[in-house]
């Protein structure tokens, strides 16, 4: 198995400060937005967007975490049911602007899950998406509001985010899924 | 707002491998780790504006109950319909069942209906079991006889380490007529398994088999990863410096039999009172399964008292049978792969 990797350590921390200032300028300031993260990766992602912003804006935003499990669409499909990672909600939604942050966006399934499930927590003002990997693919009408880098790839290919916070290093890997011609 | 990711912090490459839960004697401190985790989650669920989650949308809860029950019913459709699923409740006092219908046509009856999951309490000890055979589903015990009663027994446990956290070496006390009680004999299972210091504690001729099976487990014999236990009926001994209380209902039904000589002697010697507890630790959880006889196995006024979790108990169970429901769901062959749909 041939890994490559597409992003370093430091590209990494110039995108996130680049998004957070995309994510800032959008909203014309800081008021009313929440950052939340998708479980797993884009937890940690969600709370570096937030010091990144503060240390620009010297403002401290919300940072919350969704669990999408409940949610999926594929559920009968898996053959035993995912480990629920947790959700927590700091604020209360209704009227804000949520900044929905992932790792990786592909298929779109998964931030349709996110949607749904944010909707039963009120009615935010805004909902848009942030994610450091744009990798196409897309199955349902979704996009990206702010990206960290596209990556144009195969379906056969695995684009890997690890994250200091959960892999241990900051990187992103592209390899052929196993199996694949 | 809501939400937090809950106390029992995170279970690594733990998977859910049950398809029935018919006792919790089968169940690894692993699997029980998972189900307070995902308890956690569940409870996070229902302190939402909505608590309602679509993850069974689509599924068959039939509740089948041959026995008279309130809470531990009522605790299950709830958590079935949190969790999105279809619901049909059987009372088997107004089904065929008395026209004569066997538990296995009952149960053949019910899949042919659509069932995906069945949720069955049952006079008799193992009927459960029966039905798992026949049924191509899930089937969840609610209660069966004097045997065990799995989900009581883990939202118990749940309840417990949400005040003491981890339970290795505390004492916890069942107290009352364990002879006939599933709870009793279930709790056993989880406490043994998660360490703590499990006294027994009642009448001697309601004692009977506990003495046995306690001598059978000293001393380190018991199933692996399970902890030995301590049988008496001195209760002022069981009761000094516990950490939690748990009295049972005195099934006064059972009482025929001769073990009891009456309910004010019963209440005089075994109720729960203030004036006994105070030899427990001052911040002692008192805990019952219901339904309460207040004034026989528990003094009203413990009952109300700040110490009580019963209430919470019963909060608790819905969560826990939401995650009980959600991770029987999902078991058929093979394993999920982490991440592997992702996007």
Redesign the interface.
Known sequence: MDARQIMTADEIRRAIVRVSHEIVERQAGTEGLVLIGIQRRGVPLATRLAAATEAHEGVALPV??L?I????D????????????????????NGRTVILVDD???????IRAAM??LV???RPQAIRLAVLID?G?RELPIRADHVGKNVPTSRDELVRVHLVETDGEDAVWIERREGAA | MSGTVGPSGPVAGVAWSQKHLLDVDVLSAADIGLVMKTTDAMKEILARPITKVPVLRGRNVTIIFYEASTRTRVSFEVAAKNLSADVVNIAASASSVTKGESLVDTIRTIEALGAHMIVMRHGTSGAPYLAAEVFSGSVLNGGDGWHAHPSQALLDLYTMRAHLGDLRGRKVVILGDVLHSRVARSNLWTLTAMGADLWICGPAPILRGFDAWAARWANGRGPAGHGGFTVTSDMDAALNGAEVVMALRLQRERMDAGLLPSLREYAARFGLTRERLAAARPDALVMHPGPMNEGVEIAPDVAVFDRSVITEQVTNGVAVRMALLYLLSGVHAGGFPEGAIGG
Do not use: W
């Open positions: 919350g975490a669990d499990t409940f949610y999926r594929d559920l009968s499909l898996v053959a035993q049911q995912p480990i629920v990672k947790g959700t927590a909600i700091p604020v209360d939604l990786v966006l592909y298929t779109g399934r998964t749904d499930a039963d927590f009120g990798r693919h």
